[in-house]
């Protein structure tokens, strides 16, 4: 194969690629839609371009979780720059968030930041996020906090918000406001953050019932937190994430269709 040849293949194969994170991204704003964790044209979801360090997509500006597309999705740089053509702004809070993760976190392939009822209530307790209950063992000892600074609309903020994620951290609570989780791909961001918020309405529920909690060993908590780290029931999958987004995807598709791929 000749070098053009070569080079023409490794740009068919990098578009593919970005059309595939496009789609999960796409189909990842939609889920929310369906399950309520959205908050009307805020809040926001990125995934970095497969091959780049410094290049992103988030959704556009304006439009409804509900309505995101994959070719909808803007994409911009680590300065806030549009990379495409596209009559579409980008939140600035959420250039400011998603922009110092991926920007410190080479390993933040895809973040997610929400607003849900769970995650903010829990957020704005003192204790933030008690590891009680199966959920939230899966962050035992494996989730940062934030303090809240005001609206995410000063970039001076990027550098403190990343200090405060460090440099392992997969979910951080942002007090007062709401949570943030990474991923190494959009299945794993998802899951991470759809049980971190089921996480916070058990802990929600627990809480309401003014019964004392069962407590749990430091070992049997560890272990497992571990036992989600390894995959869980998927452990022995190449793509531990794989079967339940899929799940996920095929739930979206029986409730939504096929648009989001648009």
Not at 195 to 206: D, F, K, P, T, Y
């Amino acid at each position: 194969m000749s070098t053009t040849q070569h080079d023409a293949v490794s740009g068919e194969q990098r578009e593919r690629s970005e059309q595939s994170v496009r789609e999960d991204l796409a189909a990842a704003y939609r889920l929310f839609a369906l399950f309520g964790m959205d908050d009307a044209i805020y809040t926001h979801l990125s995934v970095r371009v497969p091959g780049r360090h410094d290049h992103f997509l988030i959704n556009p500006f304006g439009l409804l979780f509900s309505e995101v597309t994959a070719s909808s999705l803007v994409k911009i740089d680590l300065d806030g720059n549009k990379v495409d053509a596209s009559e579409s702004e980008v939140n600035a809070a959420g250039f400011t968030i998603h922009s110092a993760v991926h920007a410190a976190r080479h390993d933040a392939a895809c973040v997610m930041h929400t607003h849900t009822v769970g995650g903010m209530a829990v957020a704005s307790l003192r204790d933030g996020l008690q590891t009680t209950n199966q959920w939230a063992l899966q962050f035992y000892g494996r989730v940062a906090y934030h303090d809240f600074e005001g609206l995410a609309l000063d970039l001076d903020e990027r550098a403190r918000l990343v200090a405060s994620l460090g440099d392992k951290a997969k979910a951080l609570i942002l007090r007062n406001h709401g949570l943030l989780t990474v991923g190494r791909s959009v299945a794993e961001a998802f899951i991470l953050m759809f049980n971190l918020e089921r996480a916070c309405r058990v802990q929600l529920a627990i809480q309401s019932s003014g019964q004392p909690v069962r407590p749990l060993s430091p070992e049997v908590s560890e272990k497992t937190a571990l036992q989600f780290e390894k995959g869980g029931a998927n452990a022995s999958q190449a793509d531990p994430h794989a079967r339940e987004w899929n799940a996920f995807k095929r739930r979206l598709e029986a409730a939504d269709g096929l648009g989001y791929r648009a």
